[in-house]
């Protein structure tokens, strides 16, 4: 059984950081391309950053290139997201996801419909 378990949500304020982390159980973890994702009340889930099995592709949303960065480490079964000089626009829920399919290569997608393995979610709230 996949368990995907996010952590590190919290309440910051404008300009502060934090740092997401995912653990996914029950899959190879290094097989699979990873996300984050975040919604936020009445707006749809929106692709935050992806990055590539291998570690070495990503993709950010354009909200937040320049201030967040994903990692990830294979042997911790771990994601990440680096998250600073937060804004107010950055609160919402995030989600962790794992890939549709393993083994995929040379790219990385922000599209939700790609992604199959989903965490509950961690709640970050940055206030001005």
């Known amino acids: 059984q996949v368990q995907v378990v996010e952590s590190g949500g919290g309440s910051v304020q404008a300009g502060g950081s934090l740092r997401l982390g995912c653990t996914a159980s029950?899959?190879?973890?290094?097989?699979?391309?990873m996300g984050w994702f975040r919604q936020a009340p009445g707006k749809e889930r929106e692709g935050v950053s992806c990055?590539?099995?291998?570690?070495?592709?990503?993709d950010y949303a354009d909200s937040v290139k320049g201030r967040f960065t994903i990692s990830r480490d294979n042997a911790k079964n771990t994601l990440y997201l680096q998250m600073n000089s937060l804004k107010p626009e950055d609160t919402a829920m995030y989600y962790c996801?794992?890939?549709?399919?393993?083994?995929?290569?040379?790219?990385?997608?922000?599209?939700?419909?790609?992604?199959?393995?989903w965490g509950q979610g961690t709640q970050v709230t940055v206030s001005s």
């Open positions: 996801a794992a890939y549709r399919r393993s083994w995929s290569a040379g790219s990385c997608s922000l599209r939700a419909v790609d992604f199959y393995y």
């Open positions: 029950g899959l190879t973890f290094g097989a699979y391309t």
């Open positions: 990055l590539e099995r291998s570690g070495t592709i990503t």
